[in-house]
Every structure is written in C-alpha cells, then in structure tokens.
C-alpha cells in the first residue's frame, strides 16, 4: 500500500535528520483540499531538531521526492503538516477494488469471533410505539448492521416493556369497560387499550378504590392467577400485531424479543447475589445501592412494599445475556436519552459486581424529536401515532415518485433520524425530510438511481466491471471520498454512531452529483470506460451505506 511507503520514506527522513525511532502516523486531512493524507512529524519533532517545522517538512518533502514512490503524485508544506496527494493509479485501485467485492465493500473482520447484543425498539405493551421508540429503532437497526458488517456476531434484541403495575390497571379497565370481542377486531387494538387506559386515569381522580383494585391485579398476575395471565396475554398479542406490522414496514427484524416478563423468576437470584455482596442499604424501607463517594445517586432495587423495580429487572436481563451468551459479551442499549444516568447507575454497579469490564456495556442514548414549534415527545399525552406519521411520509413521497413513494418515504424519515448524532434531538419539519435537494434520505436515493440510470443506458462492451482501462486525467473529490468508505464504516462501529455514514454518504452524493454536472459521463471517447467504472463504484458504495443505513436504494426513482 502507498501509505505504508509513504509512512516507511517519512520515518528514514526523519531518522537522516537525527531522530531514533520516530514514530509516524498518517491521517486524513481535515479538508480534501489538503490532499489525501498528511502527517504531522514536522510539528512533533520540531523541538528536538532545534528547527522550525517548516523547514523539517521541506527537508522531509526533499527526501521523499527522491524516493519517487510509484502512487505518490505529490507533497506539500503546509503549517506545520506534510501534505500528501495521491496520483490517479491509486484511486482506480481502489475504484477496482470496490467494484470486485461488491456488496461486501467496506466489510470487515475486527469484530471477529465477539458477540454483541444490540437491544433496541422496545416498545411497552398496551401502549402507543412512540416517535421515541422509532429512532431507538431506526438507529439499532443501523448499529446492528454496521457491527455485523464489521464482523461482530451480532444478537438483535427487543427488550420489550410488558411488565410492570401498570398492567393491574390495565386489566382492571379492560374488565370494567371494555369489549375483548370489539377490541380484537379492531385494526389497531392498542388504540383501544390507550383508550381504555386513559379512562382508569380519569375515574381514579374520583374513586380512589380503583388503584387498589389494579394493585391486586398486578399481585393477581405475578402469582399466576389464570384470569389475570390470560388478559395480560391478550394485550400483549394485540400489541405484538401492531408492531410487527410497523416492524414490517420499516424493514426491521429481531433475533430474540426477551421482554421484561421474561425475567420475572430471575430476579431473586441477583437480589440474593446483591445481599451476598453486602451492596444492598436500607433506606426508609426500601433497598438501594449507594455508589462509591455517592458518584452517582442511589439505585432502588427493591420498593418499600417488597415489589421489584425497571432497575431489579434490568439487572437479572444482563446477567441472564451474560450466562447465556458467555463472558466477553458486550450489550447495547438504545433508549432515550432521558434515561442516561439511570444507565449509567446500572452500569456502574454491574461493574462492581463483577460482571462486565469496561466497554462492554454501552448506552446510546436519543435526543427527543422536537416539531419546528416545539416539543413533539408524546409524553406529556397528545398522542402520535406512527402508523400516521409512516402514511404522511409515503404520501409525500408520492409527489417525487408513486412506484417508489413507500420506500422513498420510509427511507426519509429514517435518515432524518441518523443524519445527527444519536443523542442530539432530531428536527421535525416535512419539507427537510423530504427535501430531494437537501441532506435527507430521498437526496441519496435520486442520486443512486440517477447513477444507475447512466448505467442502464451505456453500451454494454463498455461497462467492464473491475476490468476498465486506467485513464490520465486528474483525481476528484468523488475519487479521494469513495475509497474511505471502510474506514466510516469502522469508526462508526466503534463509536456505535451511524450519523458518520449519514455524513459521508451526504459528501459523496455532494461529490458525484458535482461531477455528473460538470462531466460527461457517456461518449466521452476513451474515457468512457473508465468513467462508468467510477459511476458504477460510486452506485456501489451508496447502495452499501444506504444498506447499512436500513434505507433502501432504488434503480429508478
Ligand atoms: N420499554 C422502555 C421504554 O419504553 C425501554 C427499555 C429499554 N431497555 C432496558 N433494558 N431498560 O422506555
């Protein structure tokens, strides 16, 4: 690799110059225009040398000319930094290796022989999908694909929320005023149970007696009781129908779908292993951990009445994922941001308690989706309903393109939700959503199907695959951009941070539509060849982050 020359020809300058050892390291500049690579040696060992930076990276530019590394096209001074820039051989390389692996560019084998668990969605039961629970899972589906593709065995997860006292009242309302006949035919069941819920709340302003009534029911269901067990599976099947028909439509699978209840006869053992461990505190009646110099504040594992807690579950969920997936698992969890620091108190004691090591437990947590106006968290009541937003969005759609409206729509809204870092709060307004100039989701669409479009038409003797003649000319930005492609993808792996595709993916369409207007593509004489080559590796690399975006790519648009 030229980079590798090029680190190996700095090093001997720098040696020449009189340092032992040095240690070079090459990165990407922050601005393109300052070539493809650059290192900053001149600035690090400026001291040592008893010289200005400038003149150790000329002195080490001079050396390297001497060296007349094949791919090198040249180097610059600049600031402190040595500049370099790639010449046209290395780019085509690169072009032709894209265009040999396919749709397995970008792949690779760090994670290799690692299990991560990738808990995302996990939406409650009886309750409305929140906009909330579409970017947890928009974003873990984008973090699950990326780990797989860098080799991680990947286990999607579903922590669903169908646990809790909440389901006393449930049941108590649906025996008070509902009709499971009328309920089950309905096409959206769960906006039967909200309803139902929303009247348990209105009534017990007044009749205090029914909280009581719903705390038996809950005591009811957890012992077993068959009436109990029996509505709580009803609302559970009702709410699954829902999801999974949303789940459908935003083309998003799970592996496993664990929720809370599941590790209801779990919890005693970590209890135990907790009181073995000397960490519970009793506080007014319940029992807590308290953290080290109180970094952080108490957790609440066991209630005053003895009753389990978000947090008492969460902890038999983990070590659960842990005996059942081995040691050395790391576990993400994808939920709101406003649960931060409640994660941070789980991590920290499963930290003490010797489950996980550092970096194997991680939490992304999402900003909220605020409308121009304001707030749009369904939180505080006024309910959106997503099914809603996923029609409005495809209708939308339409206006560009009937055939493609659903897939354009519901890439829309995805890539509205990745394009900014998860924990930043996302901007609810249609017309940037759909907006086919702007950075959104159908930009990147129109831009691959416009590539594929060029494609189409040219004759065939010419589209040659990874077989296409070099050309002379000079390099472009679509060409210093393509060959990144692997090195986003890892990093945003590493940083479990899908809005890093977002952004390249942005750039380069920026850097390909740029080059379609100023360039001809077809009949361009011998230059064809090679300029369907970058087209189809340009078609190749968007369709490859798009892929790691959920988002799909269609030929036409
Ligand atoms: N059901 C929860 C909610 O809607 C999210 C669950 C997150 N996962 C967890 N292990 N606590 O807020």
């Known amino acids: 690799?030229?980079?590798?020359?090029?680190?190996?020809?700095?090093?001997?300058?720098?040696?020449?110059?009189?340092?032992?050892?040095?240690?070079?390291?090459?990165?990407?500049?922050?601005?393109?225009?300052?070539?493809?690579?650059?290192?900053?040696?001149?600035?690090?060992?400026?001291?040592?040398?008893?010289?200005?930076?400038?003149?150790?990276?000329?002195?080490?530019?001079?050396?390297?000319?001497?060296q007349k590394i094949p791919a090198l096209a040249r180097a610059e001074a600049a600031a402190g930094f040595v500049n370099f820039f790639l010449a046209g051989e290395f780019f085509a390389e690169r072009i032709q290796e894209i265009l040999?692996?396919?749709?397995?560019?970008?792949?690779?084998?760090?994670?290799?022989?690692?299990?991560?668990?990738?808990?995302?969605?996990?939406?409650?039961?009886?309750?409305?999908?929140?906009?909330?629970?579409?970017?947890?899972?928009?974003?873990?589906?984008?973090?699950?694909?990326?780990?797989?593709?860098?080799?991680?065995?990947?286990?999607?997860?579903?922590?669903?929320?169908?646990?809790?006292?909440?389901?006393?009242?449930?049941?108590?309302?649906?025996?008070?005023?509902?009709?499971?006949?009328?309920?089950?035919e309905n096409a959206a069941p769960v906006r039967a149970l909200v309803d139902l819920y929303v009247c348990f709340h209105a009534e017990a302003?007044?009749?205090?007696?029914?909280?009581?009534?719903?705390r038996e029911w809950f005591v009811k269901l957890e012992k077993g009781d068959e009436e109990a067990r029996g509505l709580w599976k009803q609302c559970v099947a009702w709410s699954m129908k829902e999801f999974e028909s949303l789940y459908k439509r935003l083309g998003v699978s799970f592996d496993t779908m664990h929720g809370e209840s599941f590790f209801e006869d779990k919890m005693r053992a970590v209890v135990e292993d907790l009181e073995r461990k000397n960490l519970l505190k009793e506080s007014e009646g319940a029992r807590l951990v308290f953290f080290p110099s109180d970094s952080?504040?108490?957790l609440m594992i066991i209630k005053?009445?003895?009753?389990?807690?978000?947090?008492?579950?969460?902890?038999?969920?983990?070590?659960?994922?842990?005996?059942?997936?081995?040691?050395?698992?790391?576990?993400?969890?994808?939920?709101?941001?406003?649960?931060?620091?409640?994660?941070?108190?789980?991590?920290?004691?499963?930290?003490?308690?010797?489950?996980?090591?550092?970096?194997?437990?991680?939490?992304?947590?999402?900003?909220?989706?605020?409308?121009?106006?304001?707030k749009m968290s369904t939180r505080e009541g006024n309910t959106i309903w997503l099914e809603d937003v996923l029609d409005e969005a495809v209708k939308r759609a339409e206006a560009i393109n009937k055939e493609t409206a659903e897939i354009v729509g519901i890439g829309a809204l995805k890539f509205n939700d990745l394009k900014r870092e998860a924990k930043q709060d996302t901007i609810f307004d249609w017309n940037d959503v759909l907006n086919m100039k702007g950075d959104s989701g159908p930009y990147l669409q129109y831009s691959y199907a416009r590539a594929m479009s060029v494609i189409r038409k040219s004759p065939p003797q010419l589209r040659r695959g990874a077989e296409f003649a070099r050309r002379g000319g000079g390099v472009t930005t679509l060409e210093r951009l393509l060959y990144r492609f692997p090195e986003v993808v890892l990093r945003a792996g590493k940083d479990y941070a899908p809005h890093f595709i977002a952004t390249y993916l942005i750039e380069l369409a920026g850097a390909f539509n740029n080059w379609y207007a100023k360039e001809r593509i077809l009949n361009a004489g011998e230059e064809t060849e090679y300029r369907l080559a970058l087209t189809a590796a340009f078609a190749q690399v968007m369709k490859n982050g798009l892929w790691l975006l959920g988002i799909a790519a269609p030929e036409k648009m």
Not at 100 to 129: C, L, M, T, Y
Not at 364 to 372: A, D, F, N, V
């Open 1 to 66: 690799m030229v980079t590798e020359s090029i680190k190996q020809a700095v090093a001997e300058a720098l040696t020449k110059l009189g340092i032992k050892n040095p240690d070079v390291s090459l990165e990407h500049p922050e601005e393109l225009s300052h070539g493809d690579y650059s290192t900053n040696v001149a600035l690090r060992y400026a001291k040592e040398l008893k010289k200005s930076p400038q003149t150790i990276a000329e002195d080490i530019i001079r050396y390297i000319v001497l």
């Open 100 to 184: 040999e692996k396919k749709d397995g560019f970008g792949k690779q084998d760090v994670g290799k022989g690692r299990k991560v668990v990738v808990e995302f969605s996990s939406p409650n039961i009886a309750k409305p999908f929140t906009i909330g629970h579409l970017r947890s899972t928009i974003i873990g589906d984008a973090v699950a694909k990326t780990l797989s593709f860098l080799g991680y065995s990947v286990i999607r997860d579903n922590h669903l929320g169908d646990w809790g006292t909440q389901f006393g009242k449930m049941i108590v309302a649906i025996k008070k005023w509902g009709d499971i006949q009328k309920i089950a």
């Open 205 to 214: 302003k007044t009749n205090i007696a029914l909280e009581d009534e719903a």
């Open 296 to 298: 952080l504040p108490p």
């Open 304 to 374: 005053k009445d003895g009753g389990t807690l978000y947090a008492t579950r969460d902890l038999a969920t983990d070590a659960w994922r842990k005996r059942e997936y081995g040691d050395g698992v790391i576990i993400v969890n994808e939920t709101g941001g406003e649960q931060s620091l409640y994660f941070k108190q789980v991590f920290m004691l499963e930290e003490m308690l010797g489950w996980f090591a550092r970096g194997e437990r991680v939490h992304i947590g999402h900003g909220l989706t605020r409308g121009k106006e304001g």
